[in-house]
C-alpha cells in the first residue's frame, strides 16, 4: 500500500512538472480585504492542493481522535458497569443467604459508581422496609423515584410504606400516581382496593370492583371478582341501613337478590330494612317465603326469634310442623323444633320429639345435651348423666353454632361476612354436625 501512494505521489509531481514546463504565465491573485501578488499558474496548483490535503488531514485527524476518545470511554464505561454487575450479582447473594450488613455494603459501594441507580436505591429501601426503619426505607425510595418519576416499583414502594405507617391517605395519592401513568395496573388496584376496605369506603369500593372486573383477563377470576362486587354491595347496603339511610339499603338488598338469589345476607339485611320501617307483618310473611325458596336453617333461626319476640310461637310452631310434614326425613328441623319446644318450657312435646330422633343418623352433641336438660326437668338424673356424657366437650348446651363453609371457622353469632376468611354467605348453622374442622 505505502509503495502505491509513493509511484501515485511521483507520477503526480511528473504531471505538474509538465505543466510548470507549459504554463509559466503569472496570475494575479487578490486577497480579500489585503494586497494582490503575481504568482505562477503552477505555484497556484500546488498552494491549492497542499491546503487542500491539509484540510483533509485535519478532518481525519480530528475524527481519528474522537474514536480514541470514545473508545476510551467505552471501556471504561464498560469496566464500570462489570464492576456494577459484579457488585449486584454480589447483593444478591447476600440477600438470599440473609446477610443484610454485607448486602448494604455492596449497595453502598453500587452508589458510589453510579448514585443515579435505581435497583440499588430500591433494594437499600426493601432492607430498611424489612427492618421496619420506615424513615430509611422511604429516603431510598424517594431518591428512586426523585430520578425516575415514572418508575412504578419505586411508586408502589413508597406506597407501602405509606401502608405500614397506616398513613392510608398518602397512600391512596401514590396508588393514583400509579393508575395515572398506568390505569389498568392490577396491582394498584387490588392494594387501592384493599385500602378502601380498611377505611369502609363502600360506595367508592363499588366503582372500583367493577373497574377490576372489566380488566381480569380468566373466567375463573371474573366470577371471583363478581362474587367480591356482590360482598361489596353487601357492605354498602348494610352501612346503609346503619346510617339510617333505608331506601338506599332496600335497594342494595334487593339488587343483591336478583343478582344471586342464593345470597341470604341480603334476605336478612332486607328483612331488617322492613323491621325498621315498622312493617313486622311484612318481613314475617318475606322471611317465611325466603325459607320455602331457600330452605337456609338461618332464615329460619332468623324467623324464630322474630316470632317469639312478638309473642306468637304457635305460628312458629305450625311453621315448623309444615316444614316437617314437607320432609319428614329432615331430623334437623325435628331437633330444631325440639329446641323451640324446650325454649317455651313444653317439657313433655319436646321431650317426644327429641326421643324420636334415631341417633344413628342424627348424631350431635347439643341433641344429647338437651335431652340431658329435659331428664334432668323430669328429675331422672340417671338419665339425665348418660345422656350428658355424650354430649361431653360441649361449651354451651343447645347453643349451636355457626360454622363457615369455607374455612371451618366458628361463631356463636351470624356474620354476613366470615372474620377470617373474610368470604360472603359462607356461614351456616351448624344443626347437622357437618361443619368441616
Avoid at 226 to 249: F, I, T
Wanted: glycine share 4%; with cysteine; hydrophobic share 40%.
Amino acid at each position: 500500500m505505502g509503495k502505491i501512494a509513493i509511484l501515485v505521489f511521483l507520477v503526480f509531481l511528473a504531471v505538474l512538472g509538465l505543466f510548470a514546463v507549459e504554463n509559466k504565465d503569472m496570475v494575479t491573485v487578490k486577497v480579500p480585504f489585503g494586497s494582490a501578488y503575481e504568482i505562477p499558474k503552477i505555484a497556484l496548483i500546488l498552494l491549492s492542493t497542499t491546503v487542500g490535503a491539509l484540510a483533509i488531514l485535519i478532518v481525519f485527524f480530528i475524527r481519528d481522535t474522537k474514536r480514541v476518545i470514545d473508545n476510551l470511554q467505552y471501556q471504561k464505561r464498560q469496566k464500570k458497569e462489570a464492576k456494577i454487575q459484579e457488585l449486584y450479582s454480589k447483593v444478591l447473594n447476600a440477600i438470599l443467604g440473609d446477610k443484610e450488613e454485607e448486602a448494604k455494603e455492596a449497595l453502598r459501594e453500587i452508589l458510589k459508581e453510579e448514585p443515579d441507580h435505581i435497583d440499588a436505591l430500591l433494594r437499600l429501601g426493601d432492607i430498611s422496609l424489612n427492618n421496619k426503619d420506615y424513615k430509611a426505607s422511604f429516603e431510598h425510595y424517594k431518591k428512586a423515584r426523585d430520578i425516575n418519576p415514572k418508575n412504578l416499583q419505586a411508586l408502589l414502594s413508597i406506597e407501602i410504606v405509606m401502608e405500614r405507617m397506616q398513613r392510608y391517605d398518602d397512600a391512596l395519592k401514590y396508588l393514583d400516581e400509579i393508575l395515572d401513568i398506568d390505569s389498568e395496573n392490577l396491582t394498584a388496584l387490588y392494594r387501592k382496593r384493599a385500602i378502601l376496605e380498611k377505611k369502609d369506603m363502600w360506595d367508592d369500593l363499588l366503582s372500583l370492583q367493577k373497574t377490576i372486573i372489566k380488566l381480569e383477563h380468566s373466567e375463573s377470576d371474573k366470577q371471583q371478582e363478581e362474587h367480591r362486587l356482590l360482598g361489596y354491595k353487601y357492605e354498602y347496603a348494610r352501612s346503609s341501613l346503619e346510617s339510617g339511610e333505608l331506601e338506599k339499603a332496600e335497594k342494595a338488598f334487593r339488587t343483591m337478590i336478583k343478582m344471586d338469589d342464593n345470597f341470604i345476607p341480603a334476605y336478612l339485611g332486607l328483612a331488617e330494612v322492613i323491621l325498621t320501617k315498622g312493617e313486622t307483618e311484612e318481613a314475617i310473611n318475606f322471611l317465611e317465603k325466603a325459607y320455602e325458596q331457600l330452605k337456609s336453617i338461618i332464615i329460619l333461626a332468623r324467623l324464630e326469634d322474630l316470632l317469639i319476640n312478638v309473642g306468637e310461637p304457635g305460628r312458629l310452631i305450625r311453621f315448623y310442623r309444615n316444614a316437617i310434614a314437607k320432609n319428614p326425613q329432615d331430623n334437623g328441623l325435628r331437633f330444631l323444633l325440639g329446641k323451640l319446644y324446650y325454649r317455651l318450657e313444653m317439657v313433655d312435646d319436646a321431650m317426644d320429639l327429641l326421643n324420636s330422633i334415631d341417633t344413628n343418623v342424627f348424631s350431635v352433641p347439643e341433641l344429647f345435651s338437651l335431652r340431658g336438660e329435659l331428664y334432668i326437668k323430669r328429675n331422672q338424673i340417671q338419665r339425665a348423666l348418660d345422656e350428658l356424657k355424650k354430649a361431653c366437650g360441649i361449651r354451651r348446651p343447645f347453643r349451636i353454632q355457626y360454622c363457615c363453609s369455607s374455612c371451618g371457622f366458628r361463631s356463636e353469632d351470624w356474620s354476613g361476612r366470615c372474620p377470617q376468611c373474610m368470604e360472603w354467605n359462607t356461614y351456616r348453622l351448624d344443626v347437622y354436625g357437618t361443619c368441616k374442622a
